[in-house]
């Protein structure tokens, strides 16, 4: 069993043979599952049984994922993983922005989707209100109260930029975070277009981060749509 097993999660989904799908693998590794085969369910089941994540289908018979999506954002930060046909980066962004925290594309296996569902249960169940002091990971270490970064016991001397896009970033991890998200978090809402400044500075982080800047381990790039932090 998962170290997450025993969490409640719902399923919005339908079509019932994925449903069944998603929900045998999911109690297969222990969890308690929930079904709603639209919208309007989707919200109600939400609303009253609060799981500790959803699994949503966009392409819902009565109404938009991604509006369901916005609809849970305004009460719960509870996790949200897409499971759609809609493979565009267009429609990732889209789910992503509205407050999704990670996007999977059909047609999709049950290892991946139970790797994915842990990941989220763990970053969720790991977050406490005040924030955890320190953040360590390979042989980095930042310590937030000093807003000191380490890398195997030396100090690295990054930016007010850089440091601002590290830690928004792996205070999430296991998240995708698009480029529109770190833009308004860490240039502010009048640069959503000014998507260059976030590969800019990313690579040079990324050098000062990385064991091999080429092939990241920890700040990982989701194609055309943003970044992932990974421990």
Request: hydrophobic letters at 40%.
């Amino acid at each position: 069993m998962s170290p997450a097993a025993g969490s409640q999660i719902l399923i919005v989904e339908d079509e019932a043979h994925i449903r069944r799908f998603v929900r045998l693998t999911l109690e297969a590794e222990g969890h308690t599952v929930h079904e709603a085969d639209g919208y309007q369910r989707g919200l109600i089941e939400a609303g009253t049984r609060r799981p500790d994540l959803v699994v949503l289908d966009l392409g819902l018979p009565d109404g938009d994922g991604v509006d369901l999506i916005r609809e849970l954002r305004q009460w719960s930060p509870m996790p949200v993983i897409v499971l759609s046909a809609r493979s565009t980066e267009a429609s990732k962004i889209a789910a992503l922005d509205a407050g999704a925290d990670d996007y999977l594309v059909k047609p999709f296996g049950s290892g991946e989707l139970g790797a994915r569902v842990r990941a989220q249960l763990r970053r969720h169940q790991q977050q406490t209100p005040g924030g955890a002091p320190q953040i360590a990971f390979g042989e980095v270490r930042i310590d937030l109260v000093r807003r000191v970064v380490e890398r195997a016991g030396q100090v690295l001397h990054l930016t007010p930029i850089e440091y601002k896009l590290l830690t928004h970033l792996a205070s999430q991890p296991d998240r995708v975070i698009t480029h529109a998200q770190l833009l308004k978090a860490v240039w502010g809402p009048g640069h959503l277009e000014d998507s260059h400044y976030v590969r800019v500075h990313m690579a040079n982080l990324r050098k000062k981060i990385e064991a091999q800047p080429s092939m990241p381990r920890h700040l990982v790039t989701e194609t055309g749509i943003g970044y992932r932090f990974v421990a």
